[in-house]
């Protein structure tokens, strides 16, 4: 796979791009002094699916019109009213004013008035739709404990205020590789990483074309999971620079990206997974003859359950509204060519007679979590063994949902040498490099 040099990516706020979780997807570059980040910031804003301040609706969106290569991340949502200690010597903007500096250690307040944020710093108040703190050295600003390039707004959200990080996609690319792929030992993961970085850049490229109005993307599972400058290291940051501004298009678009832990010897095609999404190159798999994931710690396991834990796993995903219950049957009725299960019937007896349960596909996961640790179950790649106690077995492989790239098999892969190009054309056939237009 060639990094495809012709194809231009231009930002558009009103085109979407619908990425995955991975439960999964993915954006920036280049350090600004001081005055740079505030005329980037003075057209920058957060977002939210959600209504909030919605007199202020369209300004935000139209401050928002910008090709810059920043992206919006929510780190915390805090009650109507927050005391912040500052840890790092920063300059206090009310929207386009500077207004204050402040030094470490000093608190600032911010609370919601009517549709208005109010901080007041020792006897002062200053009111705004919004207000960013910017570094004073123009490079790290700390909050709860960690540091972050860029700089944090705080905008109102009904009765929450939003720590949202306006960051570099580069340097936020750089807090994410960390929490989410193993360095390994000196370069033996360099080439997973640097595929992976392409993933997470691509994820994040269709997350901020959703054009929310306040923030882009989670700091958590429910995007991906970012660190900030405090969880960057320096082969990942160096897997980043190396694969600067490429991401993955498919059809002149960039793609839809998912990725997941341990694929368990082979991946699972997208629409038994997230039957909305559309992507041909999404498919299942294999993951070699002998499969690469292999040395993942998740790539066999095995949880047992005893037939009231089958029954509390029920109550609790409420598919039965009491425990009176009685399981009689647990069995797999069908399952999608990959192995993983499709259909799980589960048979109940009670005060009614015989009750059927049918779960599917990866809301299995969800549903029958771990009996000790009440994780998520690891993956739908199982089969059930029967003890003589009637307690259940699940011996499973894998990790994650199955979809797109397999992350211990790219480490697998880059340990036996084999390149990030060649890495994703594997988990992502049919798709081709390109850069973002800067």
């Not at 109940?348 to 996961?365: K, S």
Request: proline share 3%; hydrophobic share 35%; aromatic share 12%.
């Amino acid at each position: 796979m060639h990094i495809k040099e012709l194809i231009p990516f231009k930002f558009n706020p009103k085109k979407k791009f619908h990425s995955g979780l991975i439960h999964i997807l993915n954006l920036f570059k280049s350090r600004f002094i001081l005055s740079s980040l505030f005329i980037v910031f003075t057209f920058l804003t957060n977002c939210s699916s959600s209504e909030r301040f919605t007199s202020d609706e369209k300004y935000f969106k139209e401050e928002f019109k910008t090709t810059s290569n920043f992206l919006r991340v929510l780190l915390d949502e805090k009650p109507a009213s927050t005391n912040l200690v500052i840890r790092s010597k920063v300059f206090l903007y009310s929207e386009k004013e500077k207004v204050a500096e402040i030094n470490n250690g000093n608190n600032i307040i911010f609370s919601i008035t009517s549709d208005r944020i109010n901080a007041k710093l020792g006897r002062k108040n200053f009111y705004g739709k919004y207000f960013q703190l910017v570094p004073a050295d123009g490079e790290i600003i700390v909050y709860n404990g960690k540091s972050f390039k860029g700089s944090l707004r705080i905008v109102g959200f009904g009765k929450y205020i939003d720590i949202i990080n306006f960051v570099d996609l580069e340097n936020y690319l750089k807090g994410v590789i960390t929490k989410e792929m193993p360095s390994g030992e000196g370069f033996e993961n360099f080439e997973a990483l640097k595929a992976f970085a392409i993933s997470a850049r691509t994820y994040a490229i269709a997350k901020r074309n959703n054009s929310n109005i306040f923030f882009d993307i989670y700091a958590d599972t429910r995007d991906q999971v970012y660190g900030g400058h405090t969880g960057e290291d320096l082969i990942s940051a160096r897997a980043v620079d190396e694969t600067n501004n490429i991401i993955l298009y498919y059809n002149g678009e960039p793609a839809k990206v998912y990725y997941h832990s341990t694929c368990g010897g082979v991946s699972e095609d997208v629409r038994n997974v997230f039957p909305q999404v559309n992507a041909d190159y999404l498919i299942s798999v294999k993951d070699g003859t002998d499969p690469y994931c292999n040395i993942s710690p998740r790539f066999e396991w095995k949880e047992e359950y005893s037939a009231n834990d089958i029954v509390k796993k029920l109550l609790n995903a409420g598919l039965i509204n009491d425990n009176s219950y009685k399981l009689t049957d647990i069995e797999i009725l069908s399952k999608f060519e990959s192995g993983r299960v499709n259909d799980l019937k589960i048979t109940l007896i009670g005060n009614d007679g015989l009750r059927e349960i049918h779960i599917y596909g990866n809301e299995i996961r969800s549903v029958l979590r771990t009996p000790n640790k009440n994780r998520t179950l690891w993956s739908t790649l199982f089969s059930i063994e029967r003890k003589s106690n009637g307690n259940i077995i699940l011996n499973g492989r894998g990790y994650g949902h199955g979809v797109g790239l397999c992350q211990w098999g790219a480490i697998g892969r880059s340990q036996k040498g084999i390149g990030y190009e060649e890495i994703l054309e594997h988990y992502y056939p049919g798709t081709e490099l390109g850069r973002i237009n800067d």
